[in-house]
């Protein structure tokens, strides 16, 4: 197993972070986004939840980034989806706080 430093949980977090971020959010990928979504409900539900979508954009993050067993991906799959879920409430409290003082 590899030792997992603080610089590559850090990359890890935010490239998660990101991926996570332009699946949801993103305009340049808004068409496939859409048409994904309109295959069924459970697809429309993940990619509209930052933790469901989060999970599995960090996993993948993951498995490109580290080399560890089987069960330290799934558990950076959930570090990664509550990780990416918070900092998209930050970015959501700042964007909410920078509206309201500008009206």
């Given at each position: 197993?590899?030792?997992?430093?603080?610089?590559?949980?850090?990359?890890?977090?935010?490239?998660?972070?990101?991926?996570?971020?332009?699946m949801?959010?993103?305009?340049f990928?808004e068409?496939?986004?859409?048409?994904?979504?309109?295959?069924?409900?459970?697809?429309?539900?993940?990619?509209?939840?930052?933790?469901?979508?989060?999970?599995?954009?960090?996993?993948l993050?993951?498995?490109?980034i580290?080399?560890?067993d089987?069960?330290?991906?799934?558990?950076?799959?959930?570090?990664?989806?509550?990780?990416?879920?918070?900092?998209?409430?930050?970015?959501?409290?700042?964007?909410?706080?920078?509206?309201?003082?500008?009206?």
């Amino acid at each position: 197993m590899e030792k997992i430093s603080f610089l590559w949980l850090f990359i890890y977090t935010f490239a998660s972070f990101g991926l996570t971020f332009g699946m949801i959010e993103s305009n340049f990928i808004e068409k496939p986004r859409t048409f994904i979504m309109k295959l069924h409900p459970i697809l429309e539900k993940l990619f509209s939840c930052y933790h469901c979508i989060g999970f599995w954009c960090s996993l993948l993050m993951a498995i490109f980034i580290f080399k560890v067993d089987l069960q330290y991906y799934i558990i950076l799959g959930f570090y990664g989806s509550g990780i990416v879920f918070l900092l998209y409430k930050i970015l959501d409290l700042i964007h909410y706080t920078t509206e309201k003082t500008k009206s």
